[in-house]
């Protein structure tokens, strides 16, 4: 199994970016984003189930979408009137959570190498 996470890069505040992450190999149950700030802990951005649930952090939702293309095998995150603090290397990451553990890093067994996410005021 292997993700490539791409589509990072630079973005004034408001604008927007499209994540992408190529996965191969076997399909899970989830698929999901996280991200990385400098100096803190990796958090959960959001989810897509194979039932077509998704499941978002408070702070990005109404602003991110996840979605996947199931014939392509690629997760996708639509970025949108971005904040500074969104700031931060985003990382793909692929297995079968149960729901109470969609936000937990613990719960995917496959990464991506991340992509850098940098959002100017």
């Known amino acids: 199994v292997q993700l490539q996470a791409s589509g990072g890069g630079l973005v004034q505040a408001g604008g927007s970016l499209r994540l992408t992450c190529a996965a191969s190999?076997?399909?899970?149950?989830?698929y999901a984003w996280f991200r990385q700030a400098p100096g803190k802990e990796r958090e959960f951005v959001g989810c897509?189930?194979?039932?077509?649930?998704?499941y978002y952090k408070d702070s990005v939702k109404g602003r991110f979408t996840v979605s996947r293309n199931n014939a392509k095998n690629t997760l996708y995150l639509e970025m949108n009137n971005l904040k500074p603090e969104d700031t931060a290397v985003y990382y793909c990451?692929?297995?079968?959570?149960?729901?109470?553990?969609?936000?937990?890093?613990?719960?995917?067994?496959?990464w991506g190498q991340g992509t850098l996410v940098t959002v100017s005021s």
């Open positions: 990451g692929a297995g079968d959570p149960i729901l109470s553990y969609v936000s937990a890093s613990e719960a995917y067994k496959y």
């Open positions: 190999g076997r399909t899970f149950r989830s």
């Open positions: 897509r189930f194979d039932n077509a649930r998704s």
